[in-house]
């Protein structure tokens, strides 16, 4: 066996570890194409061998590494690969990987402006540079966070604070059926009940219907109750649909609401100017949520909220201990501790900083706008097939279909649809996962990983038209 890897290695030793595992994560980056779009489900003997004592000595390292490669990674939905269409994809951007090994190994501590200012400003910069590309005021900041989770909660914190006070009495926030389940999750963790959440129906394009929202409102104030948040989605997860933004932003205007956006998934298509006028009103979100794990490509753990009223967010967190630094001077010098729940918390903002210089966002814009292409490919060969039937026009890059079988119950046709789900993904070259909207099981895709071309998008067309002529 080698030496022990000492705790505090030198830099040779840090050289040589890094060296080693540099090389397998690129071999293992190489051989994703040919990597299968799901592990097999093997997970109970790698479940069985993690079950061990506390190692207590030293290992080997190479044998952990293959451990981790071979067989732990393996046993997984391929979230890294091409062949990734479920759900909504993330990323795994190797150059954000090396912002998170640079920002964990000089660790700093951002939590707080005074002991890292300079590190503070760089993430604070990377809030103004989404804020402008979002089209949101100067002024508007936020944080980074764990994920769009995380700053849906905080959202829902903030205007909160801004619109109730410490009264939640009688409040009302209205969301689409079509909301993303973060939503009422965010609005029950802050303390509303049940009834305070008003889900109003999304019409047949899977869009918030603007005029049964405001017949709401109208109906809720007659009786007494205090309407103070309004929720649009800038790309629904089971449609993609895009909410009509423009026009809640009129209605949250007129009736003094806070409008949220959660973008989480379609927000970063705003950059692509092709796409722009879909998102027509979304600068005019008091909060917008973005998930730079999924439409940057960032590996999973990074999440943002923008809000154009900071001062609602920081009054959310009430004051920190007096045993801290004490805060600075400025609105624009944060205490990120000041604006989540967390105190102690790693340098996020560098993630997405270091790939946006080291690449250019330009990049970034023209990889959003092939995943478009990609996905306009897939909806122009499936358009018009025999029985085959779109929820909506894709507006991004998802979209949701399904087989009709005239005459056949809906449960037969639902169990119909759900095995063509499963011959699309049996070849294990593309995974794709379903939807179960009022009752009617949809199939839907979603092109957003960077490692997804044009060759598997054909191949992944190939697929669903045989499995189509064997449904
Ligand atoms: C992914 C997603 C979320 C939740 O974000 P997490 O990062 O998974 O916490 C919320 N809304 C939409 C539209 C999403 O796509």
Redesign the pocket.
């Known amino acids: 066996m080698t030496p022990p890897l000492p705790l505090d290695p030198d830099p040779q030793a840090l050289e040589a570890m890094m060296a080693d595992l540099t090389r397998r994560v690129g071999q293992y980056v190489a051989s994703l194409p040919g990597q299968p779009a799901q592990g097999a489900v093997e997970w109970q003997t790698v479940a069985e061998r993690l079950r061990e004592p506390i190692p207590m000595t030293a290992s080997d390292p190479a044998p952990i590494y293959d451990f981790l490669l071979q067989e732990v990674v393996p046993c997984s939905f391929n979230t890294a690969g091409p062949g990734y269409l479920a759900?909504?994809p993330g990323g795994g951007l190797l150059s954000a990987c090396a912002a998170e090994f640079l920002a964990a190994a000089v660790n700093r501590f951002t939590g707080l402006w005074a002991p890292a200012p300079a590190a503070v400003e760089l993430e604070t910069q990377v809030l103004r540079w989404l804020a402008e590309m979002m089209g949101m005021p100067a002024g508007t900041l936020g944080v980074f966070t764990?994920?769009?989770?995380?700053?849906?909660l905080l959202a829902v914190f903030a205007a909160r604070e801004k619109k109730l006070g410490g009264d939640l009495a009688g409040a009302r926030a209205y969301v689409s059926t079509e909301v993303?389940h973060?939503l009422p999750k965010a609005l029950r963790l802050a303390g509303f009940p049940p009834d305070a959440i008003v889900r109003i129906p999304a019409g047949p394009d899977f869009r918030m219907p603007v005029d049964a929202l405001r017949a709401r409102i109208a109906a809720d104030r007659a009786a007494g109750l205090r309407p103070f948040l309004v929720c649009g989605?800038a790309?629904?997860?089971n449609t993609g649909a895009v909410d009509p933004l423009a026009a809640l932003a009129d209605v949250a205007e007129a009736e003094g609401l806070w409008f949220h956006v959660?973008?989480?998934?379609?927000a970063p298509f705003r950059i692509v100017p092709a796409l722009r006028a879909v998102f027509d009103g979304l600068e005019r979100a008091d909060s917008l949520?973005l998930?730079p794990?999924?439409g940057f490509f960032l590996p999973y753990g990074t999440?943002v909220l923008l809000v154009r009223d900071l001062g609602a967010l920081r009054d959310a967190h009430g004051s920190l201990g007096a045993y801290l630094p004490p805060p600075p001077e400025g609105e624009e010098h944060l205490d990120f501790a000041a604006l989540t729940p967390e105190l102690s918390r790693d340098w996020r903002g560098l993630r997405l900083w270091l790939p946006f210089k080291l690449h250019g966002v330009a990049a970034f814009r023209d990889a959003l706008a092939e995943r478009r292409r990609l996905a306009v490919i897939l909806a122009d060969a499936l358009r018009g097939r025999p029985g085959l039937v779109f929820a909506h026009e894709p507006e991004l890059s998802l979209l949701a279909f399904r087989r009709c079988h005239p005459g056949v119950p809906e449960a037969e046709e639902n169990r119909r649809n759900q095995e063509l789900l499963a011959r699309i993904n049996a070849p294990r070259r593309v995974m794709i996962t379903g939807t179960t909207i009022d009752g009617t099981f949809w199939l839907r895709l979603c092109v957003l990983h960077l490692r997804t071309d044009e060759a598997r998008v054909r191949e992944g067309l190939g697929i669903i038209a045989a499995a189509l002529a064997e449904t």
């Open positions: 759900y909504v764990s994920g769009g989770s995380m700053s849906s993303h973060c989605t790309g629904t997860v959660d973008g989480a998934y379609g949520v998930d794990h999924k999440g």
